[in-house]
């Protein structure tokens, strides 16, 4: 049975082993800078502090994380946020992903949060059909904007409404 709950230190390792073969081997994120215990647990504190939340799926191991935080800085940007979604291969088409981004969701509403953010890679197709079917819409296409593998990668931005606009 998986489980969705808040991520605590003894996870990091876990989280890491996750997340750092997708940034290492793939475009799903335009960054080539693998995480380290200590970044991650700096992330997962200002991140709470902030009143935002890191979330695992587990069921025996993880197999995957969600978070967010502020979309931009400046408090015009205060109840818009982005999220972040990781999933381990073996969590892919189960579920676990929709059950962390609706949680990652309820939790933000809770806090006042009234847009939700994804920005995708534009050849990420699963990403995007993924967030479609969560009922965000593609709001913008930035062509070029990454840079990753020697090549030019497309950000597209997502957006899904929290509250009613």
């Keep these: ?24 081997d793939t475009t ?65 088409g189960r579920g676990i992903g929709r059950a962390l981004v609706t949680a990652i969701e309820a939790h933000a509403a809770a806090g006042g949060a009234h847009v939700m953010v994804a920005g995708v890679t534009g050849e990420n197709a699963a990403g995007l059909a993924f967030h479609r079917a969560l009922g965000y819409a593609e709001v913008g296409r930035m062509p070029a904007t990454g840079f990753k593998f020697g090549r030019w990668l497309d950000l597209v931005l997502m957006q899904k409404y929290l509250s009613p606009p």
């Excluded at 049975?1 to 290492?24: E, G, K, Q, Y």
């Excluded at 504190?45 to 902030?50: S, V």
């Design 28 to 92: 799903v994120t335009f960054s080539s800078e693998e995480k380290t215990a200590e970044g991650l647990a700096a992330m997962i504190a200002e991140r709470r502090a902030a009143g935002r939340e890191f979330l695992v799926a587990e069921d025996g191991e993880i197999l995957g994380l969600c978070s967010y935080a502020q979309f931009r800085a400046g408090n015009g940007y205060a109840r818009t946020m982005e999220h972040t979604i990781i999933l381990a291969p073996q969590a892919w």
């Design 1 to 24: 049975m998986t489980v969705i709950r808040p991520a605590v230190p003894a996870d990091i390792p876990a989280i890491m082993a996750v997340w750092n073969p997708l940034i290492r």
